[in-house]
């Protein structure tokens, strides 16, 4: 977003502030010589103000006795269950807000994302409260990477099956003869082949929509503002998580960081009208690559394994479709001010706001997340996108 948008978006959110009555003085903001991360500060944590609201009497439903920041567990299907809970400051226990579970990388834990200062800093600002839960495949049978199941994960099979027109094509999400294997001991009877690489002990899916009950049992949970962002293997997940009808309906948007769907898994969204998903990848990564602009073709990795993966465009052309965008064309920037970053969209969306529902943004890094600038977007995006709704 350029500066002059910004400023525009942030007059008319003080507008908007004001005539709640959360926001009496305003001040001159010079929007060419003011630094605009200030100026995104300051219009997230507004988005934020705005995106709580307070439980009347009537409704009051919020726990008594609620969490504090720390690690707390639960049990499901004889597994105990850890994950990191992030409270903001200033979190009122009386007023609902929004919550971000958040998915690690394969073999990552709860401290992933919430162990970075900038990320909860920005959760300070923004008011998001966040749940990290740690996935499974550490401890017996597996003593394997934590890792989330999501479609041809634990199979090894693709979506797609065997292409006729495609030389040499199998239905494998893998070359499984250059690519070693990784297949978990608790995917005995379900790998198809050595292609598989994340647990088989636990339905994924049915686990995050547990805990967004078990965490709103404990705090003050807006359920129209639920989200959930993944990395890399998480971000993978994310999109089975809201294609899934019962996930579809408890999570709001989605948003997901260098991870894509395996080859052929292309379904939309289960819900009716659009599902907001916001798609950052890496254009020099070689483990989940994009592929180029466009190109609606598998891709494949250059690491030293060779998956398949859903192209970026593909996902979130899918996506976009879901959200009544026009995809007779092609994609077309976005302007979200950050260096380095191109984001694309499509236009013709059924909500006709500044910000489109669905956005394909690609930076010129690797595997890796750059959670210092991609925090912030993801969280002005889920604001943006609840805001509208």
């Known amino acids: 977003m350029g500066k002059s948008r910004v400023s525009n978006v942030l007059i008319d959110i003080i507008t908007l502030a004001m005539g709640l009555g959360l926001v009496s003085t305003v001040w001159a903001m010079d929007p060419v010589e003011e630094d605009p991360d200030i100026e995104r500060s300051f219009t997230s944590t507004l988005i934020g103000a705005l995106s709580t609201r307070v439980a009347s009497e009537e409704e009051l439903s919020c726990p008594e006795n609620q969490w504090t920041s720390g690690t707390y567990s639960m049990s499901r299907a004889s597994f105990t269950r850890r994950f990191r809970v992030h409270v903001p400051a200033g979190y009122d226990p009386l007023v609902y807000t929004p919550l971000i579970v958040a998915f690690h990388g394969w073999g990552g834990d709860e401290d992933e994302f919430l162990g970075n200062a900038a990320v909860r800093s920005n959760l300070d600002q923004t008011g998001f409260i966040t749940v990290a839960p740690v996935g499974l495949g550490p401890g017996e049978p597996d003593f394997n990477y934590a890792s989330w199941s999501f479609s041809g994960s634990t199979t090894g099979l693709d979506g797609d099956g065997v292409n006729s027109l495609v030389t040499g094509d199998t239905a ?7 690519t070693p294997n ?5 995917c005995s009877g379900v790998a198809a ?3 598989s690489w994340t647990h088989c002990l636990d339905d994924d899916i049915e686990f995050a929509i547990e805990l967004v009950e078990e965490v709103s049992n404990n705090l003050c949970i807006d359920r129209d503002r639920v989200f959930a ?3 890399s293997n998480g971000g993978a997940f994310v999109w089975d998580l809201v294609r899934d009808g019962e996930g579809a309906g408890v999570f709001a948007a989605t948003a997901s960081l260098t991870g894509l ?3 052929g898994y292309l379904d939309a969204p289960a819900s009716s009208g659009e599902k907001p998903a916001l798609l950052i990848t890496g254009t020099n990564d070689q483990t989940v690559p994009p592929g180029a602009w466009g190109d609606e073709r598998f891709t494949t990795t250059t690491d030293g394994d ?18 009544g965008c026009d995809v007779a064309s092609a994609a077309t920037p976005f302007d979200v001010g950050i260096d380095r970053l191109e984001c694309r969209a499509w236009s013709g969306c059924s909500d006709d706001s500044n910000w489109p529902p669905v956005l394909d943004c690609r930076h010129t890094m690797g595997h890796i997340y750059g959670l210092t600038w991609s925090w912030p977007l993801i969280t002005d995006f889920f604001s943006r996108v609840s805001a509208e709704e």
Request: hydrophobic share 35%.
């Open 172 to 178: 494998d999400i893998c070359d499984a003869k250059a």
């Open 182 to 186: 990784y297949t978990y001991g608790s």
């Open 261 to 263: 769907p395996h080859r």
């Open 193 to 195: 082949n050595t292609c």
């Open 229 to 231: 962002v993944g990395g």
């Open 306 to 323: 060779v998956y398949y993966y859903a192209s970026a465009t593909s996902v979130t052309k899918v996506w976009a479709e879901a959200a």
